[in-house]
């Protein structure tokens, strides 16, 4: 895709649309590569017998994804409303996995 370009430096729709389709791309190989370190918890939690909810630690991302998000000057509580999805959907694919073996 295109090179990063800051917003102010978009001098058209189309410049900025496509930094926005730039960092969606970015944020899905993120995303993917989330994912990859999810799977390996489910290897440690199963070596551990843990199960796959853990509330303190879900609480604990929270916490860090909203220190994260105003340290970067994004709204903490959009942060959070972003990412408890990500961290049920994580969970349940833990917990499917555990079961499975």
């Known amino acids: ?53 853990i509330p303190d630690r879900v609480e604990a991302v929270v916490e860090n994804v909203r220190h994260c998000a105003g340290a970067e000057g994004l709204d903490p509580d959009l942060a959070e409303t972003l990412w408890r999805p990500l961290i049920e959907w994580s969970i349940a694919r833990e917990a499917r996995k555990i079961r499975e073996t």
Not at 21 to 36: F, K, N, Q, V, Y
Request: proline share 6%; glycine share 6%; aromatic share 4%.
């Open 1 to 53: 895709m295109s090179d990063r370009k800051p917003p102010e430096a978009c001098s058209s729709m189309d410049e900025l649309r496509a930094q926005i389709d730039r960092l969606d791309g970015e944020l899905i190989r993120m995303l993917a590569d989330r994912a990859g370190y999810i799977d390996r918890a489910i290897a440690l939690k199963q070596q551990n017998g843990w199960p796959a909810r």
